[in-house]
């Protein structure tokens, strides 16, 4: 009798688990539905394109992204980027792009072991506006041994406005334009909503394996 109730116990037990899986998965499959019938903006426009920037890092498990623009003259243009966590709207606001890209610009002049480093953001804002800022312009010595305790710059906000206009267009210049960009958001918004359906799936396979049949 005692084996009898084990046993009842012990089925009744499996069946609520595979209740509460199958609510589980019936969700993520409904998720992983939405997002791919989510339309994902194109490159191919005429207001998008990567310019004489190439791709040299973009790992499917990694945020981030690298790209390299050389110049004929030696001079390199190295830029890593990757989506931010904070929203720009507010959550009741529906935007295509709903998170900033955080930008660290590298230049590097032939001769020379320094480097300019600009710590930006491109966004787009609700009104579907790309806006771009440096938060932060420094001076490093070396980028091999880069001294902490270095003075690195003021505050980039506290620049005389048209100096600040000037390095804007200093980078412009280099060509991180609206094109490049445009380009950057929309790859990297379509970089992660790669990056979230994988994970959908890795979950709902997990949850798969465990379920009884």
Request: charged share 25%; proline share 4%.
């Amino acid at each position: 009798m005692g084996a009898e109730m084990a046993r009842a116990t012990a089925l009744l037990r499996a069946a609520s688990k595979a209740i509460r899986d199958s609510y589980l998965l019936k969700a993520l499959q409904s998720e992983i539905n939405h997002e791919l019938s989510s339309p994902r903006p194109s490159q191919n426009d005429e207001h998008s394109s990567s310019g004489d920037f190439a791709i040299e890092w973009d790992s499917q498990n990694s945020q981030d992204i690298l790209l390299r623009r050389r110049f004929e003259s030696g001079e390199e243009v190295a830029l890593s980027a990757m989506l931010s966590v904070d929203t720009v709207c507010m959550e009741d606001e529906y935007v295509m792009y709903p998170r900033e890209a955080l930008v660290k610009v590298c230049l590097k002049k032939p001769g020379l072991s320094s480097i300019l480093q600009f710590d930006c953001r491109a966004i787009r804002d609700c009104d579907g506006e790309l806006n771009f800022q440096i938060d932060n312009a420094h001076y490093l010595k070396s980028a091999s041994s880069p001294d902490s305790s270095a003075y690195r710059g003021p505050s980039f906000s506290s620049l005389d406005p048209q100096l600040q206009t000037e390095f804007l267009q200093y980078l412009q210049a280099k060509g991180i334009d609206k094109k490049f960009l445009s380009f950057l958001v929309v790859h990297l918004h379509n970089k992660e909503q790669g990056q979230y359906v994988n994970w959908l799936h890795r979950m709902k396979d997990m949850v798969v394996s465990g379920t009884p049949k």
